[in-house]
């Protein structure tokens, strides 16, 4: 007995900073690698919808519903993006602060079903992305006033690199000629990057990948590419790359690579969200320059 004792008590205090520290839930994979950037190793860290997975599709476990119930901040983007986030919050007692990373975006609007509504992929937008990380920052500052100069130091550590990459993301876009502009995608998760750099995305699925295109409006999409011309359609993430692939071919196009639209890679440089960014726009500045 006096040696388990003794053995507990070695363990006790490794377990104590960790209680100590907030605990924070982010609802998926890109608020996750933003709020550890910010919360390092202050702070505790569960996410709900995690790489390579698609937060449309997204059923909720027990395990996370206890996360939420537990959670000192939950970080959601917000814009409509996690409806289901909506109903576990208004039918849990929660008791952590909730906030939304995309507070301060001006919403991009669009068409769909018929209704106008907010399209929710803000952070395809560097300029969105540098608010994310101010909303969340002031989050975790006023949860856990202790370590607000560290979180403070951390936002402008990582708002240095990120304008760095806007920076070299304007210069290399600017260089991109009129005609060729013209992007097609799984699905609509690119109009705050289309907006920031001036290209068109098409694609024949919307905001939600759990739309399903019909067949007469793939067939008119096709016409247009061939009428209009496009450098090159790209695969999501988290799609199905079939359909894309069957466009292409019929379009006369070539598929120019994956994007990644509303997760992060499991591992390698996409795995974070600024060297996600970097990858796409090296993979549709591959495609698009003559």
């Given amino acids: 007995m006096r040696v388990l004792l003794a053995a507990l008590a070695l363990l006790l205090p490794l377990s104590l900073p960790a209680a100590d520290k907030p605990r924070v839930v982010t609802s998926f994979s890109i608020l996750a690698d933003l709020t550890q950037e910010i919360g ?31 959670a000192d901040l939950v970080v959601a983007n917000g814009l409509g993006f996690e409806p ?30 018929g209704e106008t509504v907010s399209d929710p992929h803000a952070w395809q937008s560097l300029s969105n992305a540098e608010l994310y990380v101010r909303n969340i920052a002031k989050a975790l500052s006023e949860v856990d006033p202790a370590n607000a100069k560290t979180y403070a130091s951390n936002r402008d550590a990582y708002l240095t690199k990120l304008h760095t990459l806007l920076k070299t993301a ?6 991109l000629p009129a005609s060729q502009r013209k992007v097609v995608t799984s699905h609509d998760a690119f109009g705050y990057l289309g907006q920031a750099w001036q290209l068109e995305f098409l694609a024949p699925v919307g905001l939600s990948t759990t739309d399903e295109p019909s067949a007469a409006e793939v067939a008119a999409l096709i016409r247009q590419l061939r009428t209009e011309g496009a450098r090159a359609v790209f695969v999501d993430n988290i799609q199905d790359p079939r359909l894309i692939e ?36 090296d993979t549709l500045l591959a495609a698009l320059k003559p």
Wanted: overall charge negative; glycine content about 8%; proline content about 6%.
């Fill in 40 to 70: 390092g190793e202050h702070i505790v860290l569960t996410n709900l919808v995690g790489p390579e997975e698609d937060a449309h599709h997204f059923e909720p476990s027990p395990d996370h519903v206890r996360s939420l119930l537990e």
């Fill in 84 to 113: 289901w986030l909506e109903r576990l919050l208004a039918s849990s007692e929660a008791r952590g602060k909730r906030i939304n990373a995309s507070q301060g975006v001006v919403p991009l609007q669009v068409q769909e079903d």
């Fill in 170 to 175: 304007n210069q290399r876009t600017a260089t």
């Fill in 246 to 281: 069957q466009i292409a071919e019929e379009a006369g196009a070539r598929v120019g690579g994956t994007l990644y639209s509303d997760a992060l890679a499991s591992e390698g440089p996409p795995s974070t969200y600024l060297g996600m960014f970097q990858h796409n726009l």
